[in-house]
């Protein structure tokens, strides 16, 4: 049985992951942003756009992103 790529269940799960993803990871982009040089918004849009986009399109229910992806491991 394969799995439609519309499953509108399964998009609501990884939007709210993706959510969830964003605000945990959002105290840490700013100081991030700020030391690569660039402004705290910046850093602020990354953090949601990167985990909402990922949590989407992610091929894993492991996946690492974001300003945190770089400093696991």
Known sequence: MTRSFF???LIKKNLKSGLTVSLVSMPLSIPLAVAAGVSPTTGLITAIWAAL?????GGSNYNIVGVTGALSG
Not at 53 to 57: H, K, N
């Open 7 to 9: 499953d509108f269940n």
């Open 53 to 57: 986009i990922a949590s989407i399109f």
